[in-house]
């Protein structure tokens, strides 16, 4: 994710839709728009990869907590996520983690 996904979800999306306006900044709408195609190939590739976790955090997992917590707070995301079955099952099975409460950050 961090190679071909981080860009678009993460420097374009979520920055787009959380960062900008909490700096009084406008949204740039196109370029969330160009982001898309590239974070939807990148979340179907991740729901392949992707299974429900047990109680323990693996590193990739840890990898990954922030950059779905984050593009699930934005529409785009929330739609995005709404086609990745797989990885919807395995954020449920880990947003309530208490390393993951502990850690996310406030935003706004």
């Given at each position: 994710c961090d190679s071909y996904g981080y860009g678009p979800l993460i420097d374009t999306i979520v920055i787009q839709r959380v960062v900008m306006p909490m700096v009084g900044q406008p949204v740039?709408?196109?370029a969330i728009a160009a982001a898309l195609?590239?974070?939807r190939t990148c979340l179907h590739a991740l729901n392949d990869l992707v299974q429900p976790g047990d109680g323990t955090l693996n590193l990739a997992e840890i990898?990954?907590?922030p950059v779905i917590d984050y593009v699930s707070q934005v529409p785009e995301g929330q739609s995005l996520l709404a086609e990745t079955g797989a990885i919807t099952a395995w954020w449920d099975s880990r947003k309530d983690h208490?390393?993951?409460v502990k850690t996310r950050p406030e935003l706004g």
């Open positions: 740039d709408e196109a195609p590239d974070a990898q990954l907590v208490p390393s993951v």
